[in-house]
Structures are given as structure tokens and as C-alpha cells.
């Protein structure tokens, strides 16, 4: 077994404090919720490992005080968020809990490489035992399906992705697709109800496709399409889970319109940017139309004045000029894919291929 290293007591949960002489048990933790208050009356004949390392710690409870931070554990939801170590070790029962959330920081849950080597278990460090996770998962996700809140409902769910992420068992995979599915139609939106009920209706459903429920591919009165070995071959290429490949279908959508959003932006910049020094251009040439009005002789003849009437009106062309082309350029306005090819090619540098 591991060293242990109890957490400053400062840094324990607050739990409601119990006296010891009018309870007549007592929580060394000193958790009136304890497990340890109502142990000996559920299981009088499972006997508690003796423990000289953290159960010597004058605050610490195997039965409601994490192994892995000292903090105590929390019930809420059937206490999903703890898993208690019941291996029996010559006739006793470990009985130490840890959080969830403090084994998978400690690479003691989940998938491990390594000396420890965990798939979808969780490794207690107080006697070396390994527990199968899979089927607290599955407790997990029934867990869910009483509970109203969405974020709670979310953060359970995330904690079962990160014990089954990885795992090389073949029904660890299988529920980890369910729940990730599940937390992709919680996001969506997807009402409670209609997600655990789809959760219901994918076995049976997959379950009526192949079977006529005596064991024989079915439909039996389409027997004779089944015996065909191409068409069978054509039936079993399609996935059964639907509702996986109805998901795989949506991630692709939302990829496709995230590229769009993204293109569409890209274009957005690229015309801001152009309209922009175009305005700021013809902006400065008003400027310097008005100072060279302002330059003109006064009733006078001669060189010199023509020279600053052609000036002018040469500015004032090249106004005209300059506001026709942006004129042209406004026609992004209608799209990219709706502008002439001339227009984006010379004003925003974009070449269209046929």
C-alpha cells in the first residue's frame, strides 16, 4: 500500500458536526451523514480492514473522507461522485472511498498506462485493489435519468467520459458512445424525456431489424429476399445504431457551417478593408479639392490662374473616377459568389476559377 498524506484541517469540507455522547456513534470526521453512522446496521457481518496509516489521522473516516484530499465525500444523487474500494483482503473489507474527480487527477481511474495499468478501473491506493468501473458508470447514466437539472445531469455525464474515455473494453466503448450522444442532445437542447427514452428504443429497434424474435432473421415473410447473400451482405453494411450515424450526419452539418460562417467572415474582412481605403482615399481627395478651391485667384488671369483652374478640375475628375469605381466595388454587397469576377479580381484581389 501507499503512503498516505492527510489534508490540513482547514482545508477539510464543512460537514454537519455530531456529538458523540448524544448520537452514541460518531464520525471521526465528524459527518453526521456518515455511512459509517448506519454501516454496522446495513452490513453487521462485513468487518473493516485495520488501518494503521490514514485511519490513524484524528479527523480522518474511511467511510465519508476522501483517500486521495481528506475532504469528505458528497451523498447528492445516490453520492455519484465517490466510489468505495470493497475488495476483501483476508476476510475484511477495504472500505476507503475517494472522490471520482481526485482518482482521475491521479491517474488512479479510468484508463492508465504504465505500472498500474487501469482499463475503465479505478486503483485504491490504500490496498492495491482494482475495481472495474463499467458497471458504476452504469449507475451513473440511470442516475441521470431521475435528475432534473441540465448542468447537473452534464457534469456527471462528463465524469463518466473521462472514467471510459480510452478504454480498450468493448461495452466500456459502447456506453461511452451512448453518453457522449446523450451529451450532444443535452447540448442541442434535446428535451430530458426524449433523451433517455431514444436511450431506450435504440436496442429494441436494433434488436427488431435482425430478429423475428424466435432467433431467425427476420422479416420472416421476406425470407427469401435474406437468403440472397448479396442482399444480406447490403443489410448488414448498414450501421444498426442509427442514432450514431444520425449524429455523425449533424457533426458534419455543423462543421459545414461553421466553414461557411468562417468563409463568409473572411470575406467580410477582406471587402471591409478595401471599402474602407477606398473611402478613406476619396476622403483625402475631397480634402485636397477643397484646398485647391480655396487656392484659386480671385478674378485673375494669366499662367498662373489657369494652371489652378486645371488643377481642379483634373481633382474633380479623378473624383468622379474614383467614386464610379466604388460604386463598383459595392457590388459585393449581393455576395461574393454573386460579383463579377472583373470586379473582385481588380478591387479586392480575388481570383475565381470557372
Same mark, same amino acid.
Given at each position: ?16 458536526? /455530531? ?34 496509516l490514514c485511519c490513524n489521522e484524528p479527523c480522518f473516516c474511511r467511510d465519508c473522507c476522501c483517500i486521495l484530499c481528506s475532504k469528505t465525500i458528497d451523498l447528492k444523487h445516490g453520492g455519484y461522485s465517490y466510489i468505495k474500494c470493497e475488495a476483501m483482503l483476508n476476510g475484511y473489507i477495504c472500505g476507503h472511498v475517494a472522490h471520482l474527480n481526485c482518482a482521475l ?131 448488414? /453494411? ?5 442514432? /450514431? ?48 478651391r480655396s487656392e484659386l485667384p480671385d478674378r485673375s488671369s494669366g499662367n498662373e490662374a489657369d494652371a489652378s483652374l486645371t488643377a481642379v478640375l483634373n481633382r474633380v475628375n479623378q473624383i468622379k473616377y474614383e467614386v464610379m469605381r466604388l460604386k463598383e466595388m459595392e457590388e459585393v454587397a449581393n455576395g461574393f459568389g454573386r460579383t463579377p469576377k472583373g470586379v473582385l ?10
Open positions: 500500500a501507499r503512503a498516505f498524506f492527510a489534508a490540513p484541517p482547514d482545508e477539510r469540507a464543512e460537514v454537519l458536526v /455530531s456529538d458523540p455522547q448524544s448520537d452514541g456513534l460518531a464520525c471521526k470526521a465528524g459527518n453526521k451523514k456518515c455511512n459509517s453512522l448506519f454501516a454496522e446496521a446495513e452490513c453487521p457481518s462485513l468487518v473493516p480492514l485495520p488501518c494503521d487527477r491521479s491517474y488512479m481511474a479510468g484508463t492508465v498506462g504504465g505500472s498500474i495499468g487501469l482499463d475503465a478501473e479505478y486503483y485504491c491506493r490504500r490496498c492495491d485493489a482494482k475495481t472495474f468501473l463499467v458497471p458504476h458508470v452504469t449507475t451513473l447514466l440511470k442516475t441521470c435519468e431521475s435528475i432534473d437539472s441540465r448542468d447537473e445531469i452534464e457534469k456527471i455525464l462528463n465524469i463518466a467520459v473521462c472514467i471510459l474515455r480510452g478504454s480498450q473494453k468493448s461495452n466500456a466503448k459502447g456506453l461511452l458512445n451512448r453518453i457522449e450522444s446523450a451529451i450532444k442532445e443535452l447540448k442541442c437542447g434535446t428535451s430530458l424525456e426524449d433523451i433517455w427514452k431514444v436511450k431506450e428504443t435504440d436496442t429494441v429497434m436494433s434488436t427488431d431489424i435482425f430478429h423475428n424474435g424466435n432467433g431467425e432473421l427476420g422479416p420472416t415473410n421476406h425470407q427469401d429476399l435474406v437468403d440472397d447473400k448479396s442482399c444480406l451482405e447490403v443489410v448488414l /453494411s448498414v450501421s444498426s445504431d442509427y442514432r /450514431s450515424e444520425y449524429l455523425k450526419i449533424e457533426c458534419e452539418i455543423d462543421q459545414v457551417l461553421q466553414s461557411l460562417r468562417k468563409a463568409q467572415e473572411s470575406e467580410y474582412k477582406i471587402a471591409e478593408e478595401q471599402l474602407c481605403s477606398q473611402k478613406v482615399y476619396l476622403r483625402h481627395l475631397y480634402q485636397q479639392l477643397e484646398k485647391e479580381k481588380e478591387y479586392f484581389g480575388l481570383e475565381i476559377e470557372d
